[in-house]
């Protein structure tokens, strides 16, 4: 029972280690693909250029808006301003009001005592006075009914003014929310994707290089390839990035801990992102293999390659957006050695490390154009345990 044991878990390990989706594809279908593929990278770049017109209209709406909002804020201290004033005035002319409401009430008492209250010479001159306190009075209460009516209106349009600054802060959350969406687009586009001269200049090399080392025209290259590095691993001759590498014997998380930010092939995403709260966490291989290609990308971001023999194919890890990088083209790693550091380098939003598996590599030797490369990206989860879900914690790899 435990020999049937065994020899089932090296059948269900060796199916699945079989890669998936290995484009085996000759010379010849090669040479057709990179006529092809230009076409694809034009409409990638319309895309991301249309993308960055719209961020750019949508910053110009939001400085807008944020220039509203200012003048909002504004406005809204001058009416408080004016309501304190409006109101300190009411309070003044109420009390003047009152005053002179008690001096017309004493005019009804005698004479002697109006005479000795108000100064008044005789009833002519008293006469006179109680006339212009009237005066005074009604003056006093249209002006307190008009402080009244502008207090008022500077309350209505204080809530006014809360109005629309609640639909312009709301406008501005919405159009920031739009704004991270395309940003998301566009980075799932341009992650660790080379520039239009490079996807050129290594589309002609691979076709180049697979002439160079002998590839019949209708023979599958990864076959070609492998017998190649095969023959000449053992004689020194066939260069740092011809090393046949050991064959995988299991895969494993790339760090000790982490979690998952984004995953494989959402919003066009070729790898998946992974995080920890030590943004300079040790980053190391998937399984053994043979690092293939270490160089930055036009984002500027450290991207390692690393080649893994997995039952008879070829099948490739990539490591983007590094802080440093402790391995050079030709080296053999294993699971355990420490191949860079996670960093923010490149079209990045923040510490994290990209990895991509793949059947195939757009670097010359990989067997592909770059446009090829992005359909032959494997779900790294079909060959490492993450846990489901994102920002799920794990330790151990």
Not at 71 to 95: D, H
Not at 113 to 120: C, D, Q, R, S
Not at 141 to 159: F, H, S
Not at 188 to 203: F, G, H, R, T, Y
């Amino acid at each position: 029972m435990k020999k049937i044991s065994s020899v089932l878990l090296v059948i269900l390990l060796a199916v699945f280690l079989v890669p998936v989706n290995t484009n085996a594809k000759t010379l010849g279908d090669l040479r057709d693909e990179v006529e092809e593929f230009t076409a694809d990278l034009d409409n990638k770049n319309n895309q991301i250029a249309a993308n960055d017109a719209e961020v750019k209209e949508i910053q110009k709406r939001i400085a807008d808006i944020e220039s509203q909002i200012s003048k909002i804020e504004s406005e809204t201290a001058v009416l408080e301003q004016e309501i304190e004033e409006s109101n300190n005035e009411i309070a003044e002319k109420s009390e003047q009001s009152k005053s002179l409401f008690q001096y017309l009430q004493v005019s009804e008492g005698e004479n002697a005592y109006l005479e000795y209250i108000f100064g008044a010479t005789d009833v002519t001159d008293m006469v006179y006075r109680m006339a212009i306190v009237e005066q005074l009075t009604e003056y006093n209460d249209q002006i307190m009914d008009e402080l009244t009516q502008l207090v008022k209106e500077n309350e209505q349009r204080k809530e006014e003014l809360a109005t629309k600054n609640a639909e312009l802060e709301k406008l501005t959350t919405e159009l920031e929310a739009e704004q991270a969406k395309i940003n998301e687009e566009t980075a799932a586009i341009k992650d660790a994707m080379p520039s239009v001269q490079q996807q050129l200049k290594e589309a002609k090399a691979n076709i180049e290089y697979y002439e160079n080392i002998g590839c019949g025209e209708n023979e599958d290259l990864s076959a070609c390839q492998i017998r190649y590095d095969r023959n000449n691993s053992s004689s020194g001759s066939g260069g740092a990035g011809n090393i046949m590498p050991p064959s995988a014997s299991g895969f494993y998380r790339p760090m000790v801990s982490g979690y998952v930010t984004q995953n494989w092939m959402n919003a066009g995403h070729l790898g998946i992102d992974l995080s920890n709260t030590n943004k300079t966490i040790e980053i190391y291989p998937i399984a053994t293999g043979v690092v293939f290609a270490k160089y930055y990308d036009s984002a500027g971001a450290l991207v390692l390659k690393i080649r893994h023999y997995v039952n008879g194919r070829y099948l490739y890890s990539t490591y983007a957006h590094l802080s440093a990088w402790y391995v050079n083209v030709g080296d053999i790693v294993t699971p355990d050695t420490v191949i860079g550091r996670m960093g923010n380098t490149g079209y990045s939003f923040g510490a994290h490390l990209h990895l991509e598996l793949s059947t195939c590599d757009w670097h010359a030797g990989g067997g592909c154009t770059w446009g090829t490369y992005q359909r032959s990206t494997i779900n790294p989860r079909q060959y490492i345990g993450f846990p489901s879900g994102l920002r799920v914690w794990w330790n151990g790899r």
